[in-house]
C-alpha cells in the first residue's frame, strides 16, 4: 500500500476516500472560532470538527447537550470564515435529529446555508438511519459517528469504553457497515477496544477516524483544547498532550498583572 502523501489544496470528502485508499492516514481537531481555526488550517490540519463539545469547552456545561442550533451556527460560521484548507464538518446538536427525520432535514439545510460548512455529523446507527438517509437525500454529505456517543450520556451514565462485550461489538460493527451502505462519507469511532476499531476500519471502504480507538484505523481526532493543553482536567489515556498552554498563559497573565501594579508595563517604548 502506497504512503505518499498528495498535496490537497482543499480537503473534500473525496480526498479522504482518497486518503484512505492511498494509506494516509487523515488528521482532525476541533475548532470553534475564527483565530484559532485560522491557526489550525494554516497548519495543514485535514477536517475541522466544529463539535458540540464547544458545549463543554467554550460554556462550560458538564455535558454536549444544552448547546442549541443557533450556537453551533455561529461557531461554525466562525470556523468557515477562517478555513483555506481544511474541510469543515459540523455537529448536529442534540435534540435537531434524533426522532424526526424532517427536523434532521431543517437542521441541516440550517448548518449548510447559515454556516457554510461542508458536512454534518451525527451520533447513532441504525436508531437514526432514517434521519441519515433524509439527509443525505438533500445531497448533504454526512459523517457518523458510534462507539460513545456523549449525546447519549444519560443513557450510558458513564464515559467508559464502549463495546467491550460481544452484543455491543457487533451491534457497532454491524451499524458501521449501515452507515456505509446508506452513504456516509466517513465514521468517527470514540472510545472502543483498538481491535475491534482496526476491524471496522478493515471491513468497509469509508474513512474511520478515531477518538480513543487506536492506531488501527484510517485517522485521528482530539479536542484542540485538550491536545494543546489549555484544558488540564480532562486526563484520559488517548489524550497526548502537545503543549501545556494552561501553565503557560497562567504565568503570563500573572506577569501582566505583576507588571501593570509595578507600573512597569506600559514602559517608555510602549506609549505615544
Same mark, same amino acid.
Request: glycine share 8%; net charge negative; proline share 3%.
Given at each position: 500500500?502506497?504512503?505518499?502523501?498528495?498535496?490537497?489544496?482543499?480537503?473534500?470528502?473525496?480526498? @479522504?476516500?482518497?486518503?484512505?485508499?492511498?494509506?494516509?492516514?487523515?488528521?482532525?481537531?476541533?475548532?470553534?472560532?475564527?483565530?484559532?481555526?485560522?491557526?489550525?488550517?494554516?497548519? =495543514?490540519?485535514?477536517?475541522?470538527?466544529? =463539535?458540540?463539545?464547544?458545549?463543554?469547552?467554550?460554556?462550560?456545561?458538564?455535558?454536549?447537550?444544552?448547546?442549541? &442550533?443557533?450556537?453551533?451556527?455561529?461557531?461554525?460560521?466562525?470556523?468557515?470564515?477562517?478555513?483555506?484548507?481544511?474541510?469543515?464538518?459540523?455537529? &448536529?446538536?442534540?435534540?435537531?435529529? #434524533?426522532?424526526?427525520?424532517?427536523?434532521? &432535514?431543517?437542521?441541516?439545510?440550517?448548518?449548510?446555508?447559515?454556516?457554510?460548512?461542508?458536512?454534518?455529523?451525527?451520533?447513532?446507527?441504525?436508531?437514526?438511519?432514517?434521519?441519515?438517509?433524509?439527509?443525505?437525500?438533500?445531497?448533504?454529505?454526512?459523517?457518523?459517528?458510534?462507539?460513545?456517543?456523549? #449525546?447519549?450520556?444519560?443513557?450510558?451514565?458513564?464515559?467508559?469504553?464502549?463495546?467491550?462485550?460481544?452484543?455491543?461489538?457487533?451491534?457497532?460493527?454491524?451499524?458501521?457497515?449501515?452507515?456505509?451502505?446508506?452513504?456516509?462519507?466517513?465514521?468517527? @469511532?470514540?472510545?472502543?477496544?483498538?481491535?475491534?476499531?482496526?476491524?471496522?476500519?478493515?471491513?468497509?471502504?469509508?474513512?474511520?477516524?478515531?477518538?480513543?480507538?487506536?492506531? =488501527?484505523?484510517?485517522?485521528?481526532?482530539?479536542?484542540?483544547?485538550?491536545?494543546?493543553?489549555?484544558?488540564?482536567?480532562?486526563?484520559?489515556?488517548?489524550?497526548?498532550?502537545?503543549?501545556?498552554?494552561?501553565?503557560?498563559?497562567?504565568?503570563?497573565?500573572? #506577569?501582566?498583572?505583576?507588571?501593570?501594579?509595578?507600573?512597569?508595563?506600559?514602559?517608555?517604548?510602549?506609549?505615544?
Amino acid at each position: 500500500m502506497s504512503t505518499a502523501k498528495k498535496d490537497y489544496k482543499r480537503i473534500t470528502t473525496k480526498s @479522504l476516500f482518497d486518503m484512505k485508499a492511498n494509506g494516509e492516514k487523515i488528521s482532525m481537531l476541533t475548532a470553534y472560532d475564527f483565530t484559532m481555526a485560522k491557526i489550525v488550517d494554516a497548519a =495543514g490540519i485535514d477536517v475541522i470538527l466544529v =463539535g458540540d463539545s464547544a458545549s463543554n469547552v467554550m460554556a462550560g456545561h458538564e455535558t454536549t447537550l444544552p448547546i442549541t &442550533l443557533d450556537q453551533m451556527i455561529y461557531h461554525a460560521s466562525s470556523v468557515v470564515r477562517a478555513c483555506e484548507r481544511a474541510l469543515v464538518v459540523v455537529d &448536529l446538536p442534540f435534540g435537531t435529529y #434524533q426522532s424526526d427525520p424532517k427536523e434532521a &432535514l431543517r437542521s441541516s439545510i440550517r448548518i449548510m446555508k447559515e454556516s457554510g460548512g461542508h458536512a454534518v455529523k451525527l451520533e447513532g446507527g441504525s436508531e437514526i438511519k432514517e434521519s441519515i438517509k433524509k439527509i443525505l437525500n438533500a445531497g448533504i454529505p454526512v459523517m457518523g459517528h458510534l462507539g460513545l456517543t456523549p #449525546q447519549s450520556i444519560y443513557k450510558f451514565g458513564t464515559y467508559t469504553v464502549r463495546a467491550k462485550e460481544e452484543a455491543e461489538a457487533e451491534k457497532l460493527v454491524e451499524d458501521a457497515k449501515l452507515l456505509e451502505r446508506i452513504g456516509c462519507f466517513a465514521l468517527v @469511532l470514540e472510545k472502543i477496544p483498538a481491535k475491534l476499531a482496526q476491524t471496522v476500519a478493515e471491513s468497509i471502504s469509508i474513512p474511520v477516524i478515531g477518538i480513543g480507538a487506536g492506531n =488501527g484505523v484510517d485517522g485521528q481526532v482530539l479536542v484542540l483544547h485538550d491536545m494543546i493543553g489549555m484544558t488540564h482536567e480532562f486526563s484520559p489515556r488517548f489524550l497526548r498532550r502537545y503543549m501545556n498552554l494552561y501553565e503557560d498563559m497562567t504565568k503570563a497573565i500573572g #506577569q501582566y498583572v505583576a507588571d501593570v501594579k509595578a507600573v512597569d508595563f506600559p514602559n517608555a517604548n510602549e506609549q505615544y
